[in-house]
Protein backbone atom coordinates (compact mmCIF):
# COMPACT_ATOMS: atom_id res chain seq x y z
CA UNK A 1 0.00 0.00 0.00
CA UNK A 2 1.49 3.26 -0.96
CA UNK A 3 0.66 5.19 2.46
CA UNK A 4 2.97 2.80 4.10
CA UNK A 5 5.72 4.39 2.01
CA UNK A 6 5.22 7.35 4.10
CA UNK A 7 5.06 8.27 8.12
CA UNK A 8 3.40 10.74 9.71
CA UNK A 9 4.72 12.91 12.09
CA UNK A 10 3.96 15.76 14.97
CA UNK A 11 5.35 16.75 17.93
CA UNK A 12 4.27 15.42 21.05
CA UNK A 13 1.61 17.24 23.07
CA UNK A 14 -1.85 18.93 22.33
CA UNK A 15 -3.29 16.53 20.08
CA UNK A 16 -0.18 14.21 18.94
CA UNK A 17 -2.13 11.00 20.46
CA UNK A 18 -5.36 11.23 18.18
CA UNK A 19 -3.53 12.78 15.11
CA UNK A 20 -0.71 9.75 15.18
CA UNK A 21 -3.67 7.10 16.41
CA UNK A 22 -5.89 8.21 13.14
CA UNK A 23 -2.31 7.65 11.16
CA UNK A 24 -2.54 4.52 12.17
CA UNK A 25 -5.53 3.68 11.08
CA UNK A 26 -4.89 4.82 7.69
CA UNK A 27 -1.91 2.56 7.59
CA UNK A 28 0.73 4.86 7.64
CA UNK A 29 3.92 4.41 9.96
CA UNK A 30 3.70 6.86 12.74
CA UNK A 31 6.57 9.01 14.63
CA UNK A 32 6.88 11.61 17.13
CA UNK A 33 9.07 14.62 18.19
CA UNK A 34 9.49 14.91 21.66
CA UNK A 35 11.07 15.78 24.62
CA UNK A 36 12.79 13.54 26.82
CA UNK A 37 10.25 14.62 29.45
CA UNK A 38 7.13 13.65 27.39
CA UNK A 39 8.67 10.69 26.01
CA UNK A 40 7.25 8.36 28.22
CA UNK A 41 3.86 8.97 27.68
CA UNK A 42 4.26 7.98 24.02
CA UNK A 43 5.74 4.68 24.97
CA UNK A 44 3.12 3.64 26.76
CA UNK A 45 0.98 3.16 22.84
CA UNK A 46 1.44 1.18 20.75
CA UNK A 47 0.63 2.96 17.50
CA UNK A 48 3.58 5.02 17.99
CA UNK A 49 6.15 3.15 15.71
CA UNK A 50 8.94 5.83 16.54
CA UNK A 51 9.93 8.15 18.70
CA UNK A 52 12.56 10.92 18.06
CA UNK A 53 14.07 12.59 21.02
CA UNK A 54 15.01 16.53 21.41
CA UNK A 55 16.11 18.16 23.95
CA UNK A 56 13.60 20.91 23.91
CA UNK A 57 10.70 21.84 20.73
CA UNK A 58 12.82 24.23 19.67
CA UNK A 59 15.63 22.11 18.87
CA UNK A 60 13.38 21.10 16.57
CA UNK A 61 15.02 22.56 13.09
CA UNK A 62 17.61 20.04 13.95
CA UNK A 63 16.05 17.29 13.28
CA UNK A 64 14.70 17.90 9.99
CA UNK A 65 17.15 16.01 7.84
CA UNK A 66 16.45 13.10 9.66
CA UNK A 67 12.53 13.19 9.11
CA UNK A 68 13.20 13.99 5.24
CA UNK A 69 15.36 10.96 4.77
CA UNK A 70 12.38 8.95 6.53
CA UNK A 71 9.88 10.73 3.42
CA UNK A 72 8.04 11.92 6.64
CA UNK A 73 4.41 14.48 6.20
CA UNK A 74 4.07 16.68 9.08
CA UNK A 75 0.60 17.40 10.72
CA UNK A 76 0.85 20.61 12.76
CA UNK A 77 -1.32 21.27 16.15
CA UNK A 78 -1.34 24.18 18.58
CA UNK A 79 1.82 23.58 19.83
CA UNK A 80 3.56 24.09 16.76
CA UNK A 81 2.33 28.08 16.86
CA UNK A 82 2.80 27.90 20.78
CA UNK A 83 6.38 26.80 21.12
CA UNK A 84 7.68 27.13 17.61
CA UNK A 85 6.20 30.57 16.88
CA UNK A 86 4.93 31.36 12.78
CA UNK A 87 8.56 32.12 11.88
CA UNK A 88 10.06 28.65 12.58
CA UNK A 89 6.67 26.78 11.21
CA UNK A 90 7.17 28.97 8.01
CA UNK A 91 10.83 27.65 7.47
CA UNK A 92 10.46 24.33 8.53
CA UNK A 93 11.38 22.36 4.87
CA UNK A 94 9.90 18.84 5.63
CA UNK A 95 6.28 18.60 4.14
CA UNK A 96 3.89 20.27 6.26
CA UNK A 97 0.31 19.19 5.93
CA UNK A 98 -1.47 22.63 5.83
CA UNK A 99 -1.51 26.23 3.83
CA UNK A 100 1.37 27.71 5.62
CA UNK A 101 0.28 31.49 4.74
CA UNK A 102 -2.74 31.33 6.90
CA UNK A 103 0.03 31.53 9.87
CA UNK A 104 0.44 35.19 9.61
CA UNK A 105 -3.21 36.16 9.69
CA UNK A 106 -4.34 33.81 12.15
CA UNK A 107 -1.03 34.92 14.45
CA UNK A 108 -1.93 38.68 14.43
CA UNK A 109 -4.83 39.91 15.78
CA UNK A 110 -5.34 42.57 13.63
CA UNK A 111 -4.99 40.63 9.96
CA UNK A 112 -7.55 37.71 11.59
CA UNK A 113 -10.03 40.52 12.28
CA UNK A 114 -9.46 41.36 8.81
CA UNK A 115 -10.40 38.02 7.78
CA UNK A 116 -12.83 37.34 9.45
CA UNK A 117 -14.66 40.91 8.44
CA UNK A 118 -14.11 40.41 5.38
CA UNK A 119 -15.55 36.85 5.72
CA UNK A 120 -19.36 38.62 6.99
CA UNK A 121 -19.61 36.83 10.08
CA UNK A 122 -20.56 38.11 13.05
CA UNK A 123 -17.91 38.96 16.09
CA UNK A 124 -17.62 40.72 19.17
CA UNK A 125 -16.60 44.66 18.60
CA UNK A 126 -13.47 45.61 18.88
CA UNK A 127 -12.40 48.58 20.50
CA UNK A 128 -9.57 50.71 19.30
CA UNK A 129 -9.12 52.66 22.75
CA UNK A 130 -10.93 52.42 25.74
CA UNK A 131 -12.50 55.84 25.38
CA UNK A 132 -14.39 54.44 22.84
CA UNK A 133 -15.32 50.83 24.64
CA UNK A 134 -18.96 50.00 26.11
CA UNK A 135 -18.61 47.79 28.95
CA UNK A 136 -17.87 45.12 30.10
CA UNK A 137 -15.25 44.00 27.90
CA UNK A 138 -12.39 41.16 27.45
CA UNK A 139 -9.15 42.49 27.70
CA UNK A 140 -6.89 39.88 25.63
CA UNK A 141 -3.13 39.62 25.32
CA UNK A 142 -1.28 39.82 22.04
CA UNK A 143 -0.28 35.76 21.57
CA UNK A 144 -1.27 34.33 24.69
CA UNK A 145 -1.74 30.84 25.01
CA UNK A 146 -4.88 28.93 26.17
CA UNK A 147 -6.94 32.17 27.79
CA UNK A 148 -3.63 33.21 29.84
CA UNK A 149 -3.64 36.41 31.32
CA UNK A 150 -7.03 37.55 29.73
CA UNK A 151 -9.15 39.94 32.10
CA UNK A 152 -12.75 41.21 32.00
CA UNK A 153 -13.04 44.96 33.19
CA UNK A 154 -16.89 46.26 33.50
CA UNK A 155 -15.94 49.61 33.72
CA UNK A 156 -13.25 52.55 32.59
CA UNK A 157 -12.10 52.52 36.38
CA UNK A 158 -11.80 48.52 36.67
CA UNK A 159 -10.09 48.34 33.54
CA UNK A 160 -7.41 51.03 34.52
CA UNK A 161 -6.85 49.37 37.65
CA UNK A 162 -6.15 45.74 35.84
CA UNK A 163 -4.43 46.80 33.16
CA UNK A 164 -1.15 48.14 35.43
CA UNK A 165 -0.13 44.95 35.69
CA UNK A 166 0.15 43.98 31.84
CA UNK A 167 3.43 44.73 29.93
CA UNK A 168 2.38 43.50 26.09
CA UNK A 169 -0.09 44.50 23.90
CA UNK A 170 -3.37 43.98 24.42
CA UNK A 171 -6.69 43.92 22.41
CA UNK A 172 -10.35 45.33 24.12
CA UNK A 173 -13.06 43.24 22.65
CA UNK A 174 -17.03 43.55 23.87
CA UNK A 175 -17.93 41.09 25.88
CA UNK A 176 -20.24 38.29 24.70
CA UNK A 177 -22.79 36.69 27.73
CA UNK A 178 -23.28 33.51 26.20
CA UNK A 179 -22.02 29.81 25.73
CA UNK A 180 -18.88 29.21 24.16
CA UNK A 181 -18.89 26.87 21.23
CA UNK A 182 -15.97 25.72 19.48
CA UNK A 183 -16.87 24.25 15.46
CA UNK A 184 -14.78 21.54 14.45
CA UNK A 185 -14.42 22.06 10.56
CA UNK A 186 -12.73 19.92 7.87
CA UNK A 187 -12.11 21.33 4.61
CA UNK A 188 -11.03 19.06 1.63
CA UNK A 189 -9.38 20.71 -0.80
CA UNK A 190 -9.80 17.10 -2.56
CA UNK A 191 -13.52 17.09 -2.76
CA UNK A 192 -14.40 21.00 -2.25
CA UNK A 193 -16.55 19.81 0.62
CA UNK A 194 -16.51 21.52 4.24
CA UNK A 195 -17.23 19.13 7.01
CA UNK A 196 -18.40 19.26 10.69
CA UNK A 197 -16.66 16.73 12.22
CA UNK A 198 -17.33 17.38 15.87
CA UNK A 199 -18.05 20.34 18.31
CA UNK A 200 -16.90 21.11 22.05
CA UNK A 201 -17.00 23.70 25.16
CA UNK A 202 -13.77 24.49 26.71
CA UNK A 203 -13.81 24.50 30.43
CA UNK A 204 -11.76 26.75 31.95
CA UNK A 205 -10.37 27.97 34.85
CA UNK A 206 -11.83 29.68 36.91
CA UNK A 207 -14.73 31.32 34.73
CA UNK A 208 -16.25 27.67 34.42
CA UNK A 209 -16.44 27.70 38.04
CA UNK A 210 -17.27 30.79 39.60
CA UNK A 211 -21.17 29.76 39.70
CA UNK A 212 -20.41 27.30 42.14
CA UNK A 213 -20.09 29.94 44.39
CA UNK A 214 -22.88 31.80 45.79
CA UNK A 215 -23.23 35.72 44.43
CA UNK A 216 -22.76 36.96 47.75
CA UNK A 217 -19.79 34.94 48.29
CA UNK A 218 -18.12 36.01 45.08
CA UNK A 219 -18.35 39.25 45.87
CA UNK A 220 -17.11 38.80 49.80
CA UNK A 221 -13.94 37.10 48.18
CA UNK A 222 -13.45 39.11 45.50
CA UNK A 223 -13.30 36.45 43.15
CA UNK A 224 -12.31 37.57 39.41
CA UNK A 225 -12.87 35.39 36.14
CA UNK A 226 -10.16 34.05 34.75
CA UNK A 227 -10.15 32.12 31.19
CA UNK A 228 -7.27 29.47 31.47
CA UNK A 229 -8.47 26.62 29.40
CA UNK A 230 -7.88 22.78 31.51
CA UNK A 231 -9.99 20.58 29.95
CA UNK A 232 -12.97 19.85 26.95
CA UNK A 233 -16.49 19.11 27.30
CA UNK A 234 -18.70 17.60 24.65
CA UNK A 235 -21.54 19.35 23.36
CA UNK A 236 -24.14 19.45 20.35
CA UNK A 237 -25.75 22.62 19.05
CA UNK A 238 -29.06 22.68 18.71
CA UNK A 239 -30.36 21.39 14.98
CA UNK A 240 -31.28 24.39 14.02
CA UNK A 241 -28.23 26.48 14.61
CA UNK A 242 -26.40 23.64 12.34
CA UNK A 243 -26.84 24.88 9.29
CA UNK A 244 -25.68 28.58 10.27
CA UNK A 245 -22.58 27.05 11.46
CA UNK A 246 -21.65 25.19 8.28
CA UNK A 247 -22.40 28.74 6.71
CA UNK A 248 -19.71 30.46 8.56
CA UNK A 249 -17.02 27.66 7.75
CA UNK A 250 -17.69 28.31 4.41
CA UNK A 251 -17.51 32.12 4.55
CA UNK A 252 -14.82 31.93 6.30
CA UNK A 253 -12.89 29.85 3.80
CA UNK A 254 -14.10 31.81 0.80
CA UNK A 255 -12.82 34.83 2.16
CA UNK A 256 -9.21 33.31 2.61
CA UNK A 257 -8.88 32.32 -0.70
CA UNK A 258 -9.57 36.02 -1.37
CA UNK A 259 -7.62 37.46 0.64
CA UNK A 260 -4.95 35.48 2.04
CA UNK A 261 -4.38 33.27 -1.89
CA UNK A 262 -5.87 31.20 -4.01
CA UNK A 263 -5.42 27.87 -1.53
CA UNK A 264 -6.70 29.46 0.94
CA UNK A 265 -7.44 27.55 4.69
CA UNK A 266 -8.08 23.59 4.47
CA UNK A 267 -7.52 20.55 6.37
CA UNK A 268 -8.78 21.04 10.14
CA UNK A 269 -9.74 24.26 11.36
CA UNK A 270 -12.09 25.73 14.35
CA UNK A 271 -14.24 28.75 14.72
CA UNK A 272 -14.77 29.70 18.38
CA UNK A 273 -17.69 30.76 19.46
CA UNK A 274 -20.15 32.33 21.53
CA UNK A 275 -23.97 31.71 21.26
CA UNK A 276 -26.27 34.54 23.21
CA UNK A 277 -29.31 34.03 24.35
CA UNK A 278 -31.23 35.53 20.63
CA UNK A 279 -28.76 33.02 19.33
CA UNK A 280 -26.68 34.78 17.81
CA UNK A 281 -23.42 33.02 17.32
CA UNK A 282 -20.32 35.40 17.58
CA UNK A 283 -16.44 33.93 16.50
CA UNK A 284 -14.38 35.08 18.82
CA UNK A 285 -11.76 33.91 17.20
CA UNK A 286 -10.37 31.03 14.37
CA UNK A 287 -7.47 28.55 14.78
CA UNK A 288 -6.04 27.25 11.34
CA UNK A 289 -5.68 23.60 12.63
CA UNK A 290 -6.48 21.08 14.74
CA UNK A 291 -7.56 21.95 18.51
CA UNK A 292 -7.54 20.14 21.23
CA UNK A 293 -11.05 19.79 22.18
CA UNK A 294 -11.11 16.98 18.81
CA UNK A 295 -9.34 14.68 21.43
CA UNK A 296 -12.76 13.89 22.96
CA UNK A 297 -13.68 12.20 19.48
CA UNK A 298 -11.28 9.76 19.32
CA UNK A 299 -13.69 7.16 18.60
CA UNK A 300 -15.80 9.53 16.04
CA UNK A 301 -18.35 12.01 17.17
CA UNK A 302 -22.47 12.54 16.56
CA UNK A 303 -21.81 14.65 13.78
CA UNK A 304 -18.73 12.75 12.04
CA UNK A 305 -20.90 9.45 12.51
CA UNK A 306 -23.72 11.37 9.78
CA UNK A 307 -20.75 11.43 7.66
CA UNK A 308 -18.45 8.37 8.11
CA UNK A 309 -19.55 4.27 8.51
CA UNK A 310 -16.62 4.56 10.75
CA UNK A 311 -15.26 5.79 13.66
CA UNK A 312 -13.27 9.33 11.92
CA UNK A 313 -11.77 11.48 14.15
CA UNK A 314 -10.00 14.57 12.91
CA UNK A 315 -6.57 13.47 13.05
CA UNK A 316 -7.42 10.36 10.84
CA UNK A 317 -9.76 12.52 8.49
CA UNK A 318 -6.19 14.52 8.77
CA UNK A 319 -4.52 10.80 7.55
CA UNK A 320 -7.33 10.09 5.33
CA UNK A 321 -7.23 13.04 3.04
CA UNK A 322 -3.05 12.70 2.73
CA UNK A 323 -3.61 8.87 1.34
CA UNK A 324 -6.57 9.93 -0.88
CA UNK A 325 -4.21 12.80 -2.09
CA UNK A 326 -1.53 9.77 -2.83
CA UNK A 327 -3.46 7.47 -4.29
CA UNK A 328 -4.75 10.54 -6.82
CA UNK A 329 -1.37 11.50 -7.14
CA UNK A 330 -2.33 15.46 -5.96
CA UNK A 331 0.34 15.56 -2.81
CA UNK A 332 1.11 18.64 -3.77
CA UNK A 333 -2.22 20.56 -3.53
CA UNK A 334 -2.43 19.46 0.65
CA UNK A 335 1.41 20.41 1.38
CA UNK A 336 3.43 23.35 1.83
P1 LIG B 1 0.27 21.94 25.83
O1 LIG B 1 0.48 20.76 24.96
O2 LIG B 1 -0.69 21.66 26.99
O3 LIG B 1 1.53 22.57 26.30
O4 LIG B 1 -0.50 23.03 24.95
C1 LIG B 1 -0.01 23.55 23.74
C2 LIG B 1 -0.87 24.71 23.29
O5 LIG B 1 -2.21 24.28 23.03
C3 LIG B 1 -1.03 25.81 24.33
O6 LIG B 1 -1.15 27.02 23.62
C4 LIG B 1 -2.32 25.47 25.05
O7 LIG B 1 -2.91 26.61 25.62
C5 LIG B 1 -3.16 24.90 23.92
N1 LIG B 1 -4.04 23.83 24.44
C6 LIG B 1 -3.64 22.67 25.00
N2 LIG B 1 -4.67 21.93 25.37
C7 LIG B 1 -5.77 22.63 25.04
C8 LIG B 1 -7.16 22.38 25.17
N3 LIG B 1 -7.61 21.24 25.71
N4 LIG B 1 -8.02 23.29 24.67
C9 LIG B 1 -7.56 24.40 24.11
N5 LIG B 1 -6.26 24.71 23.97
C10 LIG B 1 -5.36 23.85 24.42
P1 LIG C 1 -9.64 32.83 23.03
O1 LIG C 1 -8.18 32.86 23.42
O2 LIG C 1 -10.03 33.95 22.15
O3 LIG C 1 -10.03 31.48 22.50
O4 LIG C 1 -10.47 33.02 24.38
C1 LIG C 1 -10.32 32.22 25.52
C2 LIG C 1 -11.58 32.28 26.34
O5 LIG C 1 -11.87 33.63 26.76
C3 LIG C 1 -12.83 31.85 25.60
O6 LIG C 1 -13.01 30.46 25.58
C4 LIG C 1 -13.94 32.57 26.37
O7 LIG C 1 -14.29 31.92 27.55
C5 LIG C 1 -13.28 33.87 26.73
N1 LIG C 1 -13.57 34.89 25.73
C6 LIG C 1 -12.79 35.27 24.69
N2 LIG C 1 -13.35 36.28 23.99
C7 LIG C 1 -14.52 36.55 24.57
C8 LIG C 1 -15.57 37.50 24.33
N3 LIG C 1 -15.49 38.38 23.32
N4 LIG C 1 -16.63 37.51 25.15
C9 LIG C 1 -16.71 36.63 26.18
N5 LIG C 1 -15.75 35.73 26.49
C10 LIG C 1 -14.68 35.67 25.70
Not at 17 to 45: C, D, M
Not at 74 to 95: C, D, E, I, Q, R
Not at 144 to 164: H, I, N, P, V
Request: charged share 25%; with cysteine; aromatic share 10%.
Amino acid sequence: MEAQKYTIATLGSHSALQILHGAHLEGFNTLIVTTPQKASLYRRYGFINEILEIPSFSDFGKIENDLKKRNVILVPHGSFVAYLGASKNKNMTVSYFGNKNILDWEENRDKQHKWLTSAGILLPKVYKSIEEAQFPVIVKLYGAAGGEGYFLATSREDFEKKRQNIKTAFIIQQYIVGVPLYIHYFQSPLTGKLEILSMDRRYETNVDAVGRIPAKNQIDLGIDPSYVVVGNSPLVIRESLLEECFRMGEKVIKASQKIIDKRGLFGPFCLETIITPDQKIYTIEISGRIVAGTNLYTSGSPYADLLYDEPMSSGRRIAREIKTAIEQNKLDQILD
